[in-house]
């Protein structure tokens, strides 16, 4: 078969039937005379997933990595750790930045020191010019922490040191489509120290862009979201109108704040990760606190949510430890197959954390319960790899007890197609599919060249299998695909 069109996924199956309809009044069997021709193009759902450890930090090449990894132009993984390293080990050291390649070998870039920063909480920014940039919560002129750049070459160099009341503590960065870098500190501010956002230019040059208030939330402690509408999004840990339990806001790249939603305990508390923003202009995120059982019973597990472009807000997943137990940094990431992975830093079967997948409409899967083998506290969250893998790091565990890096490869099931007889003259289609995702049925009366043509809506799937009918013409050879939409 020839490739049909840019939008589809992969051709992982065909299915060929013989059907004509005996004309005679008699019957109405079937016989072979045409061809149908049906193959789905969607990404598929997954049947396993295998954890594989494959470094462990031993303290002087690094401890405890908090932050998200990146993936750099060669391939290799990118990531910071907030402790260990060569400097100041009598107070658990002041970190380090690395390179790890897909096969396991780890290169400890730059040792940390309370010159050039220490203690990065937060993981890298790629950005455009091809360099990476990151902040450390402490260390610089002032020691109220710095952004640092680190070019392709591994060259590191100090871009800028906070100052008080400039943000303090600042959590990572995002850039702006101008080029910009834009993030938050966890305190500062002319507000009495609840936290601040920044704005630096590609020059260095730092302007205050707003000072969180308590009522306007507290304490961010997330890198910010760019949501591709203009505006970034973010979390605070705290503050807000609801029992002091966080907020969600967005900021407009001149400073104009806007609370969008205050927690209030029982629908989530102490959000420290930032949403992610769909194309639909959702916010889906997560809470490290909070939630409540279906008697409204606070269980205080942490929660995901989604909050809707009119103020609609939905406590999608509730954990109750069986399932995770959220206290992490990392938040929610939006894979390529349309589900969100995440990762929790306490629960699971042995008591040491999980990955989890989520479709749109809150339905979660416990992909992986971290053992007694395996790291612990997974609180970086997850990065997808171009290899297809995604690749996280924990806290804790490993043979040294220092922190791992590991690989999450999932194992797609094989596809089914399905097709049966309806009543009358027509065929009953059938097809896996993934929650909350758009198809699009089609059909062509050749393959050479193929003339597809919409049949009938689209149809969004509200379970993992998607049912659609279609005529069977008579002496007639007749094609079928589905396209999964964007």
Known sequence: MRKIDSMMRKTHSILLERWDRDTRPTTLAWRPCVI???????????????????????????????????????????????????????????????????????????????????????GLLLAGDGNFYGTAMYGGANYCGIVFKLSA?????????????????????????EGAFYGTGYWGGTNGGYGAAFKIAADGTPTPLVSFGGTNGANPQCPLCWGGDGNFYGTTVAGGTNSDAGTIFRLAPDGTLTTLFCFAGTNGSAPLASPVRTADGCLYGTTSAGGAGPDNTPIGNGTIYRLAPDGTFTTLVVFDNTNGALSSFSGLLLAADGYFYGTTDRGGAFQRGTVFRMSTNGVLTTLVSFGPNDGSAPAAGLVEAADG???????????????????????????????????????ALSWDAIEGRNYQLQSSSSLAPPDWHDLGAVIAATNSTVQASAPAEPGQARFYQVILLP
């Open 153 to 177: 070459d591994g060259a590191f160099s100090t871009f800028h040191s906070f100052a008080s009341p400039e943000a303090v503590y600042a959590n990572g960065l995002v850039e702006g489509p």
């Open 36 to 122: 149908l021709g049906l193959w789905l193009i969607v990404a598929q759902a997954h049947g396993g997933a295998t954890l594989t450890t494959l470094f462990s930090f031993n303290g002087s090449n690094g401890a405890v990595p908090e932050g998200r990894l990146v993936q750099g132009a060669d391939g290799s993984l990118y990531g910071t750790t907030i402790g260990g390293g060569t400097n100041n080990l009598a107070t658990g050291g002041d970190g380090t930045v690395f390179r790890f390649s897909t096969t396991g070998v780890l290169t400890t870039l730059v040792f940390l020191d309370s010159t050039n920063g220490s203690n990065p909480q937060a």
């Open 389 to 427: 893998s995604f690749y996280g790091a924990t806290m804790f565990g490993g043979e040294y007890e220092q922190g791992t890096i590991f690989r999450l490869s999932l194992t797609p099931n094989p596809p089914r197609l399905r097709a049966a007889l309806a009543p009358g003259a027509g065929l």
